[in-house]
T-cell receptor
Framework: GIQVEQSPPDLILQEGANSTLRCNFS?????LQWFHQNPWGQLINLFY???GTKQNGRLSATTVATERYSLLYISSSQTTDSGVYFC?????????FGPGTRLSVLP | DAGVTQSPTHLIKTRGQQVTLRCSPK?????VSWYQQALGQGPQFIFQ???????QRGNFPDRFSGHQFPNYSSELNVNALLLGDSALYLC?????????????????FGPGTRLTVL
């Protein structure tokens, strides 16, 4: 099956800093979502982004399906951005999730 | 607009017992998927239900079974519980669309049920 890698595995930022999280797939995907899992375990939808670029406030995401990667940009980070960020693949690959990037934003 | 709801929030069972977890999908969604998330790992797909039938299944033993009701809500049943079944169980709902030869699926997750097996 498809393999998903996320980098970096851990990231510590000072409040106000910017960051880029990466998700790599071993094969091209036509369905990709980014999620934020908060400390209570709730998975929150960030982006449904099979291809192209989307922006939502301080967050934006870009997927280049033909090159098998997606990037999540967080600008002006806040302490509430802390948690684990996951990317997930398509239904034909059993919605495989990456291992996540654990982000800690310090005040 | 109610989101995805799950019950119970926490559950403690002993080895060998059976457990049933419940999920109500987001309004307007007809498809429910279940995931298991062990501590420190990403969610793993268990199965998906659509039109009251299991449409897709991940790499889980048949101790894991499910059901979908006419109102689209769903249950996850786990028999003969093992210590390794301790995890956060997540339910996701979606309204799948077929376009351009692909299935477009945006999933929305519930808060999860934390199962502890002693």
């Amino acid at each position: 099956g498809i393999q998903v890698e996320q980098s970096p595995p851990d990231l510590i930022l000072q409040e106000g800093a910017n960051s880029t999280l990466r998700c790599n797939f071993s094969d091209s995907v036509n369905n990709l979502q980014w999620f934020h899992q908060n400390p209570w375990g709730q998975l929150i939808n960030l982006f449904y982004i099979p291809s192209g670029t989307k922006q939502n406030g301080r967050l934006s995401a870009t997927t280049v399906a033909t090159e098998r990667y997606s990037l999540l940009y967080i600008s002006s980070s806040q302490t509430t951005d802390s948690g684990v960020y996951f990317c997930a693949g398509p239904p034909e690959q059993n919605f495989v999730f990456g291992p996540g990037t654990r982000l800690s934003v310090l005040p | 607009d109610a989101g995805v709801t799950q019950s119970p929030t926490h559950l403690i069972k002993t080895r060998g017992q059976q457990v049933t977890l419940r999920c109500s999908p987001k309004s307007g969604h007809d498809t429910v998927s279940w995931y298991q998330q062990a501590l420190g790992q990403g969610p793993q797909f268990i199965f998906q239900y659509y039109e009251e039938e299991e449409r897709q299944r991940g790499n889980f033993p048949d101790r894991f079974s499910g059901h979908q009701f006419p109102n689209y809500s769903s249950e996850l049943n786990v028999n003969a519980l093992l210590l390794g079944d301790s995890a956060l169980y997540l339910c996701a709902s979606s309204l799948n669309r077929l376009a351009g030869g692909f299935i477009w699926v945006e999933q929305f997750f519930g808060p999860g049920t934390r199962l502890t097996v002693l």
